[in-house]
């Protein structure tokens, strides 16, 4: 798919995490796509598919590399389909990731590796024990049936974590600037936007992007400025009182 301007969706999006500052994350696309993404000059962090085929992982991160990807990793939330089997996504067979497969992938990444998809303490853990630079909390925008919101795990993943240099980014259903408040409240490093900023890039591009995330920025500033938070250091859940019965 291509925008009216020729080029592609995900071009636009390099293009705006560029202006911004911000990472660009890039799914499932094939090595030329992905060059072509890469060749915007944005951070990119190239998330890999659990392909069964091993060889395709560590052939697709030496690719990363060659396009100076920042980091690497894996949508571990990624294996299973809809027929109790493993998925298989354009015509490609998915598989399971096991700790020794983990482990292998951070030592052959040459850059930092991101388990994305995890989803309990259990999950953070073995990312950190694999040697993992970030993990990403997330439930890939519903895909696996039933997982819980990402947000309901992030303070116990964060004292799991506590002492250990593994970055917390966090995603899902995050629309605005106050989601964002909430989710880096609640122990996220970093959030991210899926489906969010998707309708602004296909009606804008680059620019849609830029205008969508400055907005949300805002948004963050001005709750920050409400609760008195300074800096990543200073946010803390107490700012956030749930409705009563309510827990995290
Ligand atoms: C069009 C589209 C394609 C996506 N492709 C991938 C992918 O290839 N790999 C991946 O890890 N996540 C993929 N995702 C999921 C996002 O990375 C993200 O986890 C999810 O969209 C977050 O939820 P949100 O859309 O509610 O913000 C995709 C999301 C969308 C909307």
Redesign the pocket.
């Known amino acids: 798919m291509q925008m009216k301007n020729g080029r592609l969706p995900m071009s636009e999006y390099a293009a705006a995490a560029k202006e911004l500052g911000t990472l660009n ?1 890039v ?3 094939s090595n030329e796509t992905f060059e072509q993404i890469a060749s915007e000059g944005a951070d990119t962090v190239r ?1 890999i ?1 659990p392909f069964a085929d091993h060889d395709r992982i560590f052939s697709e991160m030496e690719f990363a590399g060659k396009c100076h990807a920042v980091a690497v990793g894996i ?1 571990i ?2 294996v299973a389909g809809q027929d109790g089997n493993y998925d298989v996504v354009d015509g490609i067979p998915m598989g399971p990731v096991r700790f020794t497969n983990l482990c292998e992938y951070v030592k052959a990444a040459g850059r930092p590796f991101v388990v ?2 995890v989803l309990s303490v259990s999950d953070a853990i073995k990312a950190k024990e694999a040697g993992a630079a970030a993990v ?1 909390v ?1 439930h ?3 895909r696996v049936p039933f997982g819980i919101p990402p947000v309901s795990c992030l303070k116990q993943i964060k004292e799991a974590l506590a002492g250990s240099e593994v970055a917390i980014f966090c ?5 605005s600037g106050y989601d964002a408040y909430k989710t880096l409240a609640l122990g996220a490093d970093a959030v ?5 900023i ?1 309708t602004p890039l296909l009606k804008e591009g680059q620019e849609g992007v830029v205008k969508k995330v400055n907005e949300m920025n805002r948004q963050l500033s001005e709750m920050c400025i409400y609760t008195g938070v300074g800096s990543m250091q200073s946010f803390e859940p107490s700012v956030l009182h749930l409705a009563a019965g309510a827990s995290i």
């Open positions: 994350w799914g499932m696309e998330i598919k949508d939330d990624h994305k998809g990403f997330s890939h925008h519903g995603d899902c259903s995050i629309a991210s936007v899926g489906r969010g998707l």
